[in-house]
């Protein structure tokens, strides 16, 4: 069966670095996503890795590793608002994403 | 409208009626999706459809219909809603360039 994996609640610290680790088992791959959504309203789009490496943009990067069927979402100098939870998708051999539950980031004063 | 927008916001429904979601785009894009979202688990695809005219089945399509008559619109139809189906529910489309998916505000459906 297919398969996301990413831990279910996170809590950091306002101000610091936070990785959110995804790993998957799918049938075939092209591409992963990140996406954020608070609490009540939409996900809404924050990333994409295809190629093995680090994408970075702004305070956010994602990296992906092919072979290991892992990825992960840095946010660095986080602030409140960044507390909402982040989902993992990959999309398999059909083009269809399959999603993770999505980690719940706690954000600390 | 800009981007997608869902319709109604919530709804409480009794358990046998039947229902229908609306979702609406303006972004042009071919191919949209209605999931469902429930505590706990990933969001699950009912329906989707590559481009107007044609629709496909999700992972959890039963007791569910979509139609696709034009480019715009792709309504959710729960023939005989169940509480089962209590959930909410996401509309998304995407553009044919990148494939990433833009989601609506979402209807929050409760059946009792």
């Known amino acids: 069966g297919q398969n996301i994996d990413q831990p279910t609640e996170m809590t950091a610290t306002e101000g610091a670095i936070v990785q959110i680790n995804c790993t998957y088992q799918t049938s075939g791959f092209n591409g992963l996503f990140w996406y954020q959504q608070h609490a009540g309203e939409a996900p809404t789009f924050l990333s994409y890795?295809?190629l093995d490496g680090l994408e970075e943009k702004g305070r956010f990067s994602s990296f992906l590793s092919r072979s290991k069927g892992y990825s992960y979402l840095l946010l660095k100098e986080l602030q409140m608002k960044d507390s909402a939870s982040y989902l993992c998708a990959v999309r398999d051999s059909n083009y269809q994403l399959i999603w993770g539950a999505g980690t719940k980031l706690i954000i600390k004063p | 409208i800009a981007g997608i927008t869902q319709a109604p916001t919530s709804q409480i429904l009794a358990a046998g009626r039947r229902m229908t979601l609306r979702c609406t785009q303006d972004?042009?894009?071919?191919?949209m999706y209605w999931y469902r979202q429930d505590l706990g688990l990933g969001l699950r695809l009912i329906h989707y459809s590559n481009t107007a005219g044609t629709t496909g089945k999700g992972e959890v399509p039963d007791g569910y219909s979509v139609s696709r008559a034009n480019t715009d619109d792709f309504p959710l139809t729960l023939a005989s809603a169940v509480p089962s189906q209590t959930s909410v529910y996401f509309c998304a489309s995407s553009d044919s360039e990148t494939d990433t998916q833009y989601f609506g505000p979402g209807t929050r459906l409760t059946v009792l």
């Open positions: 972004m042009r894009h071919n191919a």
């Open positions: 890795n295809v």
